[in-house]
């Protein structure tokens, strides 16, 4: 996730050059022509410098300039995810100057789907682990699940092995059951079951993020998913035998 971290920054998503228009011009006019018609956002400049924020929602009143509508273009697009909900849009600083802006419909864009599929899959790496050491590489983990489950994933293995093709249990094994195996790790002070549906979802529809991302909604229904995928992810390392070993 440090590598992610590393790879994935807010200016992999925003918008550059910022388009802008003058303080001296009339904001509902500027609103109304065919080239601004999609933004809802304007920095308002006097002269070069940027001195307040024009929104289309009220034209009339600039929104002043302050921290709480700016981002540094080099922020993890993980850190920018946790906040995007408080505000819909921010003006990139990048260096020294404000230079591009992100707005919630930059969600859309692949740097996002890249940042939820890698997610998921390092959740699932993680329970890979956990269960490796919890009961050695041995299948006892593989009777904590039902007679059904057991039937169909056995099923699936019998016929990959008539393609002479092999995995183990583990691998063969849904998320749903890595967490099944795992409850008693995951469940400790939150609702197991809503984080259950929630990241199955978040699992299924990775691939499909611009269909659930045409609101506001539906984009914060994604950012608590990702932060329910986090959190078990961290669940997952402080029960881990070497976090404990280092405390």
């Known amino acids: 996730m440090v590598g992610l971290d590393e ?3 807010v200016r992999h998503i925003a918008n550059f050059p910022l388009i802008k228009c003058r303080a001296d011009e009339d904001m509902e006019e500027v609103f109304r022509r065919p080239e601004y018609k999609d933004l809802d956002q304007l920095p308002i400049t006097e002269g070069s410098r940027i001195i307040g924020i024009a929104e289309r929602s ?4 600039p929104r002043p300039l302050d921290d709480s509508v700016l981002v540094a273009a080099d922020n ?19 260096g020294t100057a404000i230079t591009g802006i992100v707005t919630w419909s930059d969600l859309l864009k692949l740097p996002v789907t890249v940042f939820a599929f890698s997610l998921i899959a390092q959740l699932e790496l993680a329970m890979n682990s956990r269960i490796k050491e919890q009961y050695g590489e041995g299948e006892d983990w593989f009777e904590l699940l039902g007679r059904r489950e057991k039937a169909k994933i056995l099923g699936w293995r019998h016929k990959l092995e008539g393609e002479n093709l092999a995995l183990s249990l583990l691998e063969l094994v849904g998320f749903a059951h890595k967490a ?4 008693r790790n995951l469940a400790a002070g ?11 979802s978040l699992r299924d529809e990775v691939a499909h993020l611009k269909d659930m991302m045409r609101s506001d909604a539906g984009l914060k229904i994604l950012v608590e998913r990702i932060e329910t995928a986090e959190a078990w992810l961290e669940m997952l390392r402080i029960a881990s035998p070497s976090a404990t070993a280092e405390k």
Do not use: A
């Open 180 to 183: 099944k195996v795992l409850r």
């Open 58 to 61: 009220k034209p009339k009143v």
């Open 76 to 94: 993890p697009l993980s850190n920018f995810l946790h906040t995007v909900h408080q505000q819909p849009y921010r003006l990139v600083v990048d």
């Open 7 to 9: 790879g994935l920054r």
């Open 190 to 200: 939150r609702d197991f079951d809503s984080d259950l549906k929630s990241l199955k």
